[in-house]
Nanobody, 121 residues
Framework: QVQFVESGGGLVQPGGSLNLSCAASRSMFSIVAMGWYRQAPGKQRELVATITSGGMTNYADSVKGRFTISRDNAKNTVYLQMNILKPEDTAVYYC???????????????WGQGTQVTVSS
């Protein structure tokens, strides 16, 4: 069974910082990549940042230079350090893990329940 534990969301003023964490517990899967996506009310879910098992990262243009994604493989945890937050960063942030079954070799995307980030004065 795959289980996610997401934390770190909250209310912060513009210019502030938050750190999101997502710990993935799993059985019979290997992690291909993990990442963060976000969805604001009335908008489509969008990629924020991803990191592969090999440490390769990519970021949405809107967060480059402000957000940093990192991974602790020993803890099966991905982090998103968010600095210089802007009101437009307000959204529900979802942890994502792309997993490969050790048995079938199929890949699957699993999603966390989301954590609310609100940037407001």
């Amino acid at each position: 069974q795959v289980q996610f534990v997401e934390s770190g969301g909250g209310l912060v003023q513009p210019g502030g910082s938050l750190n999101l964490s997502c710990a993935a517990s799993r059985s019979m899967f290997s992690i291909v990549a993990m990442g963060w996506y976000r969805q604001a009310p009335g908008k489509q879910r969008e990629l924020v940042a991803t990191i592969t098992s090999g440490g390769m990262t990519n970021y949405a243009d809107s967060v480059k230079g402000r957000f940093t994604i990192s991974r602790d493989n020993a803890k099966n945890t991905v982090y998103l350090q968010m600095n210089i937050l802007k009101p437009e960063d307000t959204a529900v942030y979802y942890c994502n893990a792309r997993l490969q079954s050790i048995v079938t070799k199929r890949t699957y995307d699993y999603w966390g329940q989301g954590t609310q980030v609100t940037v407001s004065s």
